[in-house]
């Protein structure tokens, strides 16, 4: 797991390190990490270092002088070292001091945009974990005058550290170099941030506030059978999904939950001849009542909103099994919250909301914070709360939350949901503990995505055809 850690812990930290550390060292070693960075994408870009143009962008604040000292060291490489003061009066003096002595040079903020527009490399020390609110409309100027490609000072600014939301003119970075820790906006607003390269500065943090699932955690969590399981230790899954007129949402998520594991999957429901059709494997029926035992179920895909889905959906929260409720389930949860009357307390719920199922939830859209609403929505339904967005988020009622950050945006796509339940359905049913499966299930989904997309759209089915390649590509990274 990759920890994450919001900026007031951050900052605690780093008082703590600073009161034992010698005066100025952090920020040395921060920015000399910075200066390897930018000399590394200078040689990237341009072909060399030396005599090349880097124009820092400077704010009031020790973000500021990371860059100036980062700017020194890159003096010291024959590179010709700008620096554009956003309010001189307030810059870091040892950096400013040190940044003139090396031979930098200070230009004024009317100046600037043409010492960025020649640059070629921007660094943006604008902001780093004490930013709060929009950029101020200065430094917003000057970003309309970016087209290098830009370096950004432990985040980019005008994305909000904590929550990765921007509002306003932000700066999209190539690469952003961090310092001591993630924090949020990292995993949250990957789009923003380029490739994020942490950088370790002595910090010493406890308990993480957020986490990722790195590859290798996915590739622990996923059931593997070993030589005396059967297709029932496996797990077997229960799919409640779609209808006669719709029947595609139960050949997805039924599939999906075919290929996730090697446990049985079961359908109930008015697309069984269909499902039996696209999944000989499965075993369908017309109705959850007669579906047999299974050990946990998604419901909701395509079932509809109306008394016969509300029924189907009481049914299998009576069950005393895991439920992966989804689409339909979750709005019916939301305009008939008495159906959960029918859960055993005991059992897990995953709940898969997209923005406006969750509006529906949680009587709110998510808003900014979608790691808070995650929290809010668990914790007042007693549930993993999957939120979909372009970073999914998972939090469970007793304050674990993950993200996961996708590799691109091709998930976002009809169907791509049901293919989704279909992964969380499986894991529960192989008794993962649910925040696990619904983040593992995130992880396959989203790298199932990039490779059927590869650069170009993809559909529902082709994220369904690529779980097998996904799922190799997990456990090759760790066997
Ligand atoms: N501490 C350490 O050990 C280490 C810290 N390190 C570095 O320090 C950074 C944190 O530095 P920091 O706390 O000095 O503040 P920072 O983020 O530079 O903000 C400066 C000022 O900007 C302003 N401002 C606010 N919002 C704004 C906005 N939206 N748009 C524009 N301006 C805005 C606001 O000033 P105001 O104008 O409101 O008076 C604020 O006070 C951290 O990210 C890392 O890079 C590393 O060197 C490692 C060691
Ligand atoms: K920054």
Redesign the pocket.
């Given at each position: 797991m990759q920890g994450i850690w919001t900026t007031e812990r951050i900052?605690a930290a780093?008082?703590r390190?600073?009161a034992v550390?010698p005066d100025g060292e952090?920020?040395r070693?921060?920015?000399f990490a910075l200066a390897v960075h930018a000399a590394e994408m200078l040689a990237e870009h341009t072909g060399s270092v030396s005599g090349r143009r880097v124009t820092l962008l400077v704010?009031?604040?020790?973000?500021?002088?990371?860059a100036l000292w980062a700017g020194a060291f890159l003096r010291r490489r024959n590179v010709a070292v700008s620096a554009i003061l956003?309010?001189p009066e307030?810059a870091h003096g040892p950096g400013l001091a040190a940044l003139k002595r090396s031979g930098g040079k200070v230009v004024s903020l009317e100046d600037g945009p043409q010492w960025i527009r020649r640059a070629d490399l921007v660094v943006d020390?604008?902001?780093?974990?004490?930013?709060?609110?929009?950029?101020?409309p200065d430094?917003a100027a000057l970003l309309e005058h970016v087209s290098a490609p830009v370096l950004a000072?432990?985040?980019p600014?005008?994305v909000d550290?904590d929550t990765g939301a921007v509002d306003g003119p932000a700066v999209v970075a190539d690469r952003t170099v961090t310092?001591?820790a993630l924090k949020p906006v990292h995993a949250l607003a990957p789009a923003s941030c380029g490739e994020v390269s942490l950088v370790d500065?002595g910090l010493r943090l406890s308990e993480p506030d957020l986490q990722r699932l790195d590859t290798a955690d996915v590739a622990a969590a996923w059931p593997v059978p070993g030589p005396d399981d059967d297709k029932y230790s496996q797990g077997v899954v229960g799919v409640a999904a779609g209808s006669a007129t719709y029947p595609g949402a139960a050949v997805l998520a039924a599939g999906a939950a075919v290929r996730a594991t090697s446990g049985l999957v079961r359908y109930a429901g008015h697309a069984a001849d269909v499902v039996r059709g696209q999944w000989p494997e499965v075993i369908a029926t017309g109705s959850v009542t007669d579906a047999g035992r299974v050990q946990a179920w998604v419901v909701g895909p395509g079932i509809g909103t109306g008394h016969e889905g509300r029924e189907v959906l009481r049914f299998v929260l009576g069950r005393g099994v895991p439920v992966c409720a989804d689409a339909d389930a979750t709005t019916i949860i939301a305009r008939s919250p008495d159906v959960l009357d029918a859960r055993d307390p005991d059992t897990p719920l995953v709940l898969t909301p997209h923005a406006g199922e969750f509006e529906r939830l949680m009587g709110s859209p998510p808003g900014a914070d979608r790691v808070a609403a995650a929290r809010a929505a668990a914790r007042k339904y007693d549930a993993v709360v999957l939120l979909k967005g372009h970073c999914t988020v998972v939090a469970a009622p007793d304050g674990r939350a993950l993200v996961n950050t996708p590799r691109g945006s091709w998930l976002a796509t009809a169907g791509s949901g049901d293919v989704l339940s279909g992964l969380v359905g499986a894991l529960l049913a192989a008794g993962l503990d649910p925040w696990l499966a619904a983040g593992a299930a995130a992880h396959v989904h989203s790298l199932a995505g990039s490779l059927a997309a590869d650069g170009a759209p993809t559909s529902a089915s082709g994220i369904l055809g690529a779980i097998p390649d996904a799922l190799r590509s997990v456990r090759s990274l760790t066997s």
């Open positions: 900052r780093e008082d390190l600073l550390t952090l920020m070693r921060a920015a704010g009031s604040g020790n973000n500021g002088g990371d956003l309010k307030r020390g604008i902001v780093g974990i004490s930013a709060r609110g929009p950029l101020r430094a000072v432990d985040l600014s005008g550290p310092f001591g500065i």
